[in-house]
DNA sequence: ACCACTATACTTACGACGTAAGAATCCGTG
DNA sequence: CACGGATTCTTACGTCGTAAGTATAGTGGT
């Protein structure tokens, strides 16, 4: 009945099966929650344990923003145009960063240079230039668009990560005060009411448009 | 000669003064170096004496993200046209943050809805709405413009702020292997050669011009 | 001159954190 | 069965944010 165990044994830990509960767990009670105690109690094990499968802290953190990149690198691989390929990119990376609100400060605050993530960039460039685009452009586009989904999503969620850590809505201002600022709240109520994101996919049509007539 | 004071001794701390040391040396040493008793030591003072003056950690931070954009409020204020506020303002933020890499995590991960941050959206948006600007339209773009510097910048910063704290340069890609990613490591050289920020503007003013054209 | 009173700074203390070092246990191979 | 590497657990250290309590300096009234 009890899952005990005792030294040794075998508690199948992995990379993949820690940085998993890693980002339930975060996605469940916020950032502040993201310990190495926390995260092995989560999977059983004491915090030690991990240590033999992630480096250290910042190593699982980088994997976490691994694995969502990890998640969004598809739709680019597979396009006929650049245009096709950055806007599928950029949608897709919207919806995976959305569903992990707690994570965006990471994603943010670092690049997750993991090989895993090099690669899926080498595979990026490969397609874009495959459909004709210059090498350096290709780079630039790529992290145009990976900049402007990263700050559209940080502005989204602003204020949502840890602050009232578990269940946190996805808003951009927590009911500013109607007397001091009237207009911030008129408008963020009229913008609330509309759909979850009427205005990203025009600014991000805006910019491809851009960058094809330049 | 020996600064010590003794126990209830003002030692003239104040909020922006706290403020400002701190961001002084999350500047010089990167965001890990930002504890309570290290600010303190910065200022000749014990921790907890910080706390006579701002609520918390948490508070501290908030203060550190109101201070920047404290300083990109103002070209926004005195615009005659919408476009020209805006492209003032997002050039302006953008130079503000590059000054100050490594808080840019905090910029992103916490909206800072400080009462001094609610008052300066609530300016912009009287000003944008002046140049004859829709009020749901003008908070749109608002967030658009200031998502897509903060993203830009959190893409440029990458891997900066404390992975090798302090002396941080300001790049995109740590010189990734060249025979794991060949193409990566041709372009992001290519890249680096040119200006600090080619693109930046130009894809600014495609949002612009895209906001425009609706 | 004295005395509350308030503002400010310091001291101590607690629980939680990341992780270095080493001991204990299991498991596959000989 | 023996043993050696892999995996986990235990213990320990220094640092963190901050709650609670204490001591000192300045201030206004008498």
Redesign the interface.
Known sequence: MSPKRTRGQNAGLTRQAILQAALALADREGLKALSMRRIGQELGVEAMSLYQHVAGK?ALLDGLVEQLFTQAAPPLAKAASWQEGLRAYGHTLLRVLLAHPNV??LV????A?T?QN??L??DA??ML?ATGLP??R???ML??V???????????T??G?D?HAPGNRLR???D??LR?????A???R??RSSGPDP?FG??L???L???ET?
Chains 1, 2 share one sequence.
């Open positions: 910042d965006i400060p943010v605050g670092r690049p240079i090989p090099l690669h960039m080498e460039l490969h230039r090498l350096e290709a780079l630039d992290y145009a990976t900049g402007f989904v990263v700050g559209h999503v940080a502005i989204l602003a204020g990560s602050r951009a201002i927590p500013p005060d001091e600022t009237p207009l911030l008129e408008a963020t009229a913008r205005r025009f600014a049509e805006a910019m448009r851009g960058f330049e």
